[in-house]
């Protein structure tokens, strides 16, 4: 199993780019990139900041394949 994530999908759905989302819960945009891309898995603490800054669900955010 590996960690996934919608982040892309529903930073576009809040018309944010990767630096508004970056910026709104203190991290780079490269940090945003990495996630996005699996490169990185976010500590609980920041997949908390991203699925509030979201508005969406922790479980809606992050899932396993």
Same mark, same amino acid.
């Given at each position: 199993?590996?960690?996934k +994530? +919608?982040?892309? $999908?529903? &930073? ?6 990767? $630096?508004?989302?970056? @910026? &709104?819960v203190?991290? @780079? ?9 699996? &490169?990185?898995?976010? @500590? ?7 699925? $509030? @800054?979201?508005n ?8 396993f $394949?």
């Amino acid at each position: 199993m590996e960690l996934k +994530n +919608n982040i892309k $999908e529903y &930073r576009k759905k809040k018309r944010l780019t990767q $630096e508004d989302l970056a @910026s &709104r819960v203190g991290v @780079s945009r490269q940090t945003i990139i990495s996630i996005e891309r699996y &490169r990185y898995k976010p @500590s609980l603490e920041l997949g908390m900041k991203i699925a $509030e @800054s979201l508005n969406v669900r922790i479980e809606k955010l992050f899932y396993f $394949e």
